[in-house]
């Protein structure tokens, strides 16, 4: 059974930053879904991809209103995903999302609305306030 589970997030002030982390078990390294993307979705807005790693390449993307502030990452032999996240801003309040995709999702760009993602976690609350 796959399953990606989130940690690392809470409630941070402006300007401060958080490391989420997505521990996947169940996809062995050399699993087709590699694509691993960050999500998220705030209350009453569209659900955004944040930042995607195709494992394979090893190439990395951003939504544009993050690239200068997030960095994500992982680690092969932990199975884990990361999300560093600096200078957050209010505007990133929201529900945090990992999931994993085949590759071609990566290299489609539907990563950005979430599309065909095929293993979901179950998100992870980071609050900022100003």
């Known amino acids: 059974e796959v399953q990606l589970v989130e940690s690392g997030g809470g409630s941070v002030q402006a300007g401060g930053s958080l490391r989420l982390s997505c521990l996947a078990s169940?996809?062995?390294?050399?699993?087709?879904?590699?694509?691993m993307v960050w999500l998220r979705q705030a209350p009453g807005k569209e659900r955004e991809g944040v930042a995607r790693?195709?494992?394979?390449?090893?190439?990395?993307a951003y939504a544009d209103n993050v690239a200068d502030r997030f960095t994500i990452s992982r680690d092969g032999a932990k199975n884990t995903l990361y999300l560093e996240m600096n200078n957050l801003k209010p505007e990133d309040t929201a529900m945090y999302y990992c999931?994993?995709?085949?590759?071609?999702?990566?290299?489609?760009?539907?990563?950005?609305?979430?599309?065909?993602?095929?293993?979901w976690g179950k998100g992870i609350q980071v609050t900022i306030s100003s």
């Open positions: 999931a994993a995709a085949v590759p071609s999702t990566c290299s489609s760009g539907s990563w950005r609305t979430g599309r065909n993602m095929e293993y």
């Open positions: 169940g996809l062995p390294s050399y699993t087709i879904y590699q694509c």
């Open positions: 790693i195709a494992t394979g390449s090893g190439s990395i």
